[in-house]
């Protein structure tokens, strides 16, 4: 196997005549995952993948191709197919490589502190975690999920511009889910911690937080239908932000399937929403300083004060409309062509805390949980209907809980109606981008229920 620098040099010397323009893409991973079960191991898996992604521009068209191996054979064997792949792709949708000279040559490598935790010391903190969460509360019984899973993965990019760029990062996340069961009925709570360093979680936290909120949902039922006030917890708008994002796409956009088309400048939401893009962020998940193509990341406000200032772009379809990228154009793996998708996106906090937003609520609903997300969310017209559970909101408190409802509308009704937002920003466990909200109180929502 020869190293990267020595395969991209030979793909460049057998593409040279056959193709005009080449990007080559690596991408290793190195994860680890450990699963517990009645105090025991149930699942430890170790992974160190590797593989290049090889884009060239002939006189067809682009062509896509891949290899996970690096030797001469595979070299020669992805250029054939990216010559013959360009000959099926629209010959109008080109990308447009960045130069050399567009970046000052730094390298930066994020430190790996996944490296100073044993492995040892993980499978002891996990299934010391499970211990902790049943003993807290005697209804709850049984553990349903709990694994930590840790990655350190480096990106490098070469084109036949000159451009020569690398970069590495580390990350990990614990999540635990547990059921509680009293007499017949029987409720389910999880809490999660996404890490950079897993000597900073504390595991009493996240067991408490699970077994509270599976205790706390034991009974529950339907309230009536309606429109209700309600506070939508951070967690929730988390997964629904994410759920909406390919409606940040500009090329969706461009091909008529965002809600969002045409409504730059345009407001979609209250003054107290803002939603920023920030691959800078030193507690960001998915902090970097280039995109899979080579174009530098940018701080940048998506909605400001309510106000849709624009899309995010890949170098197609920047290109489209005689723009720049924006420095969204990534893959999800080698064997993927590139998308558009964020690096850390988060909605701007509030001042206040979340319980003092409650105490002024006379009556509502407080949404903890909803399911369906990825056939309840349409990114094309904005509607949502998501399964949904959570608490009322009687007199400024919590009253008894709610499960067994749907909640629906459309995200710009939605963003429009958030009368205020807390100060507790949470970042979910990273996808394509990291997401990071605090929970909103909003005006009206429409609920099914009995």
Do not use: W
Request: charged letters at 25%.
């Amino acid at each position: 196997m020869m190293d990267f620098n020595a395969f991209s040099s030979l793909v460049f010397a057998k593409g040279k005549y056959r193709l005009n323009e080449m990007e080559i893409f690596y991408s290793s991973r190195k994860t680890l995952k450990i699963e517990v079960f009645n105090q025991k191991v149930d699942n430890y898996v170790v992974s160190d993948t590797e593989g290049v992604a090889l884009r060239g521009v002939g006189s067809d068209g682009v062509g896509h191709s891949y290899t996970e191996r690096l030797d001469e054979e595979s070299a020669e064997m992805i250029v054939e197919e990216a010559c013959q792949n360009g000959k099926f792709t629209d010959s109008n949708e080109r990308p447009l490589f960045p130069k050399r000279y567009d970046y000052p040559g730094v390298v930066r490598k994020k430190p790996d502190e996944m490296k100073e935790f044993q492995t040892e010391e993980k499978i002891s903190m996990m299934l010391n975690l499970e211990n902790e969460a049943l003993k807290l509360d005697s209804r709850v019984g049984k553990i349903q999920m709990c694994i930590y899973e840790d990655s350190h993965t480096v990106r490098r990019l070469k084109n036949s511009k000159g451009l020569d760029l690398e970069e590495g990062s580390s990350m990990g996340y614990v999540y635990l889910s547990v059921v509680a069961k009293q007499d017949e009925d029987i409720s389910t709570g999880s809490s999660f911690r996404v890490f950079k360093n897993p000597k900073k979680i504390q595991i009493e936290k996240i067991a408490r937080e699970a077994v509270e909120e599976a205790v706390s949902f034991l009974y529950a039922r339907p309230v009536g239908s309606g429109n209700y006030g309600a506070v939508i917890r951070n967690r929730v708008f988390v997964d629904i932000l994410e759920g909406f994002i390919p409606a940040f796409s500009g090329l969706n956009a461009q091909r008529g399937l965002s809600f969002l088309m045409g409504k730059e400048g345009d407001l979609i939401g209250s003054p107290e929403i803002t939603i920023i893009e920030d691959p800078f962020m030193e507690e960001g998940h998915c902090s970097c300083d280039f995109d899979d193509e080579g174009y530098k990341t940018t701080k940048k406000i998506i909605v400001e004060e309510g106000r849709l200032n624009g899309l995010l772009y890949d170098s197609v379809s920047s290109g489209n409309i005689g723009s720049s990228s924006t420095g969204n154009g990534f893959r999800s793996s080698i064997k993927e062509t590139i998308g558009i998708r964020p690096t850390n996106l988060l909605v701007e906090k509030g001042t206040r805390e979340l319980n003092k937003i409650i105490e002024e609520m006379d009556s509502g609903i407080f949404i903890t949980e909803v399911a369906g997300l990825h056939s309840g969310l349409d990114s094309v017209s904005g509607d949502f209907s998501l399964q949904a559970q959570g608490f009322e909101i009687v007199e400024g408190t919590l009253g008894r809980p709610i499960k067994g409802i749907t909640i629906s509308g459309n995200l710009i009704q939605l963003l429009k109606g958030v009368e205020e937002v807390s100060d507790d920003i949470l970042f979910g466990i990273p996808g394509d981008g990291c997401f990071g909200a605090p929970s909103i109180k909003i005006n009206s929502i429409s609920v099914s229920g009995d």
